[in-house]
């Protein structure tokens, strides 16, 4: 049997019921990584740096966490549902997804193509599997989640609802709409993640709108807040997120403040916040692969 | 000259509450969210029936569009509701990508559209809603014309899967359609009274006045068909299309814009098909201002003296 199928069919058992081991789930974060930068150097565009930050809490929450089905229906009843608003890292969302069983890995190669169902942003739109909501234009996603717990909530259904925001994002004032509405309304089926790598497109968080103390100021608008200071350690992200889980259903929403570096695992895309946006030319590939060699095949 | 009678002045948001009241009872799915304007919306019997399945979100109109979107994930079918400006501009971008980009079911109904909100003035007035709402993919756009049609309209887009607008008013007008004789289907005009020189085509609280300029017409010896378009989008082309093949001209009326309103729909269709003189009864690319209704109405060319002038034009035109 070859390498990637081999590959594809170990994970897609991942998501039923096979628990992976932590090994293993370091092997498909890498395996990520190689995707997220081959399919930004392909069409010489995409936002690499936020998605590599994000690669763990990715494979953390749909190889480990959630309970979902990869056969995809929309209306997610009775599995949790992940809603990414910060549309723009869409690289890993479609990696994870592809490599969870949602789609086939070979489709991550159209990425940002004419014709292709993985859009520059995700969408509905083209009937991507594992895509509940259009995200891109920023602030959206977490009154979607809440609206989508709610729905849970009216169905009697005792799932959970997890989304993930940038930092930056958080300068769009329809999340604090949805912050004050989901602890006003006990939304408690909810964890939303904040991914804090404290950079945006024109510099850092600090420097382009200075957030202040985001824990202080989720405290205050009525959440539970967690703090996870390693937001690239997946057993850390693992951790963190059971805990949410266990705190679920006490009357209030669940905020995970979690810290990832930008370009995590390309030493030259760390620590600076060039990377947003930008996709490595060849050589840079070459070098950025080079530090992630090939774990489960690359599709 | 076909003759309606008025059952008695009634608001067309009260045409909703009653709808949405009855949607209540009939179908478990449908929930309603408001931003902080139950009353103004005639909301109050659905939340009274099903407090459960309403949402208060206060004056947070983004963040209302976006739960309203998550909730049709779980197979809800939600009726947003707010003032016609902040159902529209205010949250343009929200229905953009949330609702309408995500193809999603949600039904925005906004009361207090155009002019006629009258002394809360131009922030209030919004005249460009029906041109945001018809430039989105997918979307429907419905702006009915009384209480009785507003209550249909109401019931009937439950059934249809996807985005809605659903526009309506404030103030008390004629309610005189009825479900035997001027049944309500989305995308399908109403032959009001039929005529042989003029079509006048209106929406919204401007099909009464058209009624009332073709009596007006019929004693000058003009006689005028006149439709009603409930659904500026999908828009009923045959409909408009058989009339001029008979008048040779048309008068478009609507309590908006010029510019993105109903008119500029019809323009589109005779331009493409059959080009013959038209006449816009609409607002001319302004803001509002405080007054009655009555009063604006008048002032900005919207009422049935308007309608009774462009068709005397129109004809001249022919």
Known sequence: MPLLKQALLLFQSFSSNFMPNTQQLEALVQQVRRDILRMVHKVNSGHPGGSLGCAEFFVALYQEVMTHDFSFQMDGKNEDLFFLSNGHISPVFYSVLARSGYFPVEELDTFRLLDSRLQGHPTTHEGLPGIRIASGSLGQGLSVAVGAALAKKLNHDPQTVYTLMGDGELQEGQNWEAFMYAAANKVDNLIATVDLNGKQIDGSTDEVLNLGSVAQKLDAFGWTVLELKDGNNITAIIDTLAKAKSLTGNGKPIAILMQTEMGNGVDFMMHTHAWHGKAPNDEQLEAALAQNPETLGDY | ?318
Request: aromatic share 6%.
């Open chain 2, 1 to 318: 000259m076909k003759t309606y009678i008025n059952q008695g002045n009634q608001d067309t948001r009260s045409g909703f509450g009653v709808g949405l009241a009855e949607l209540g009872r009939t179908n478990p799915n449908v929930v309603a969210l408001c931003a902080d304007l139950v009353g103004s919306l005639k909301m109050d019997e659905f939340i009274a029936e099903n407090p459960e399945r309403f949402f208060q979100v206060g004056i947070a109109e983004a963040n209302m569009m976006g739960i309203a979107a998550g909730l049709t994930i779980g197979g809800k079918i939600p009726f947003t509701g707010t003032f016609a400006n902040f159902s529209t501009g205010r949250v343009y971008d929200q229905i953009r990508q949330s609702i309408a980009y995500s193809g999603k079911n949600v039904k925005i109904c906004a009361s207090h559209a155009g002019i006629t909100l009258g002394e809360d003035g131009a922030t209030h007035q919004i005249l460009e809603d029906i041109g945001l709402m018809k430039m989105l993919p997918g979307m429907t756009v419905i702006n009915p014309c009384d209480f009785n049609q507003t209550k249909a309209a109401t019931i009937a887009i439950v059934k249809h899967q996807g985005p809605v607008y659903l526009r309506f008013g404030r103030p008390k007008v004629a309610n005189f359609t009825t479900e035997e004789e001027t049944p309500f289907e989305i995308g399908k005009g109403i032959l009001l009274n039929p005529g042989t020189d003029v079509t006048i085509v209106a929406t919204g609280h401007l099909v009464w006045e058209a009624l009332q300029a073709a009596e007006t017409l019929e004693k000058v010896g003009v006689s005028a068909e006149v439709i009603n378009i409930h659904t500026i989008k999908p828009l009923d082309e045959t409909i408009i299309l058989n009339s001029v093949q008979k008048t040779g001209c048309i008068v478009t009326a609507e309590e908006h814009n010029f510019l993105g309103g109903l008119g500029e729909s019809v323009a589109r269709t005779l331009t493409a098909a059959q080009p013959v003189p038209q006449e816009f009864v609409a607002t001319q690319d302004t803001f509002g201002e405080s007054g009655t209704p009555a009063q604006l109405m008048a002032k900005y060319g919207i009422d049935q003296n308007a309608i009774v002038e462009k068709v005397k034009k129109v004809i001249e035109r022919k």
